[in-house]
């Protein structure tokens, strides 16, 4: 079931007003950040509370959002050029991305030895230990390999020796002796025809 309309007009107490600006304010801040990331739009919100008290939500800096708003708000014709423009200037995210890259690639040179003036003692301490960390973490990985191809090796000669006490057992089963030639016997026409010719 749910909620009834409440009728929109002034909360006449104080403390029902200002529990009901903290919700709703909230509940803007949060539909406007959602607007922000789910369809890609510059979104400003500047609320200031009955106290004089000022609350702000920006998806990108609050300076630039409001002048671009100030410019599109003087010349609206500018706003789909100024669109293009902005879609090339670098956000945070990219900044931020960028300088990893930056960081990452320059730790990739270091740990190359390479590029390594400029760094202190401690610095240079830490590298090395960085880099006797993975060359042992390599020649482990390298042993285990080994190990492993070892046993692979080792199972394989065990089935080849099995196959061929087989195939001996089989072939020493087989009676190779040269076995009597027995003379054929003659037929008994033969026989007769032998005996009538004496």
């Known amino acids: 079931m749910g909620r009834g309309k409440i009728e929109i007009k002034k909360i006449e107490n104080v403390n029902s007003r200002q529990v009901t600006f903290s919700k709703r304010r909230g509940g803007l801040m949060k539909k406007a950040k959602e607007l922000a990331v789910l369809c890609d739009a510059q979104v400003a919100v500047i609320i200031f509370s009955g106290t004089g008290k000022l609350y702000e939500f920006a998806s990108s800096r609050m300076e630039q959002i409001l002048a671009r708003y100030n410019r599109n708000h003087e010349s609206p014709e500018l706003a789909t050029v100024e669109h293009a423009a902005d879609q090339h200037e670098p956000t945070i995210e990219v ?56 046993e692979k ?38 026989c007769k025809s032998t005996m009538i010719m004496d």
């Open 95 to 150: 900044i931020a991305l960028k300088d990893e890259i930056e960081r990452l690639q320059l730790m990739h040179r270091r740990m190359m030895g390479k590029e390594l003036e400029g760094l202190t003692y401690n610095e240079l301490h830490n590298l090395e230990q960085q880099l006797t960390e993975g060359i042992l973490s390599v020649k482990d990985r390298k042993e285990k390999v080994l190990l492993e191809q070892l």
């Open 153 to 190: 090796s080792k199972l394989q000669e065990k089935k080849v020796v099995q196959q061929m006490k087989l195939s001996w057992k089989r072939f020493s089963s087989v009676d190779l002796s040269p076995k009597p030639k027995i003379p054929k016997l003659e037929s008994s026409k033969d």
